[in-house]
């Protein structure tokens, strides 16, 4: 499934995206990429609403997991160590100095004992169902059993 606007959205989060979009006093309009929601880009939020539905309070968002470092986690499931992270072309691949910088946040990350799992637009807008929400069921379930 493709979400490229927000009529592609399946119900409930088609619902709660105009709701958001309407409370900012923004137009709701088909295509609605380039808006921010919330401070979110509308990727961001889009997952966010993802990881609501299915996970509700389960995470932090902008959490700060390496203590001195000013970076900050798209998603955290803090007590399980699952950093997300959402990649959009436009700040993390498009420059070399941002896709540097991602990979330093991996390994600060990594050595603090996370586990970051990255998706980029095209995941999150065709295979949410496919393959975003079940790889984080995955790493959750594993971080759970230990």
Known sequence: ???????????????????KLEKSGKKVVGRAKHEKIEGRSYIQHIMHLAIEDRWPGETLEDYRAVSGRKFEIDFAFAQEKLAIEVDGWMYHGKFKADFQRDRLKDRMLTMEGWTVLRFFYAEITTQMQEVVIPDIEHCLALARSR
Request: no cysteine; charged share 35%.
């Open 1 to 19: 499934m493709r979400f490229d606007n927000i009529s592609q959205l399946p119900k409930k989060l088609q619902d709660q995206a105009k709701k």
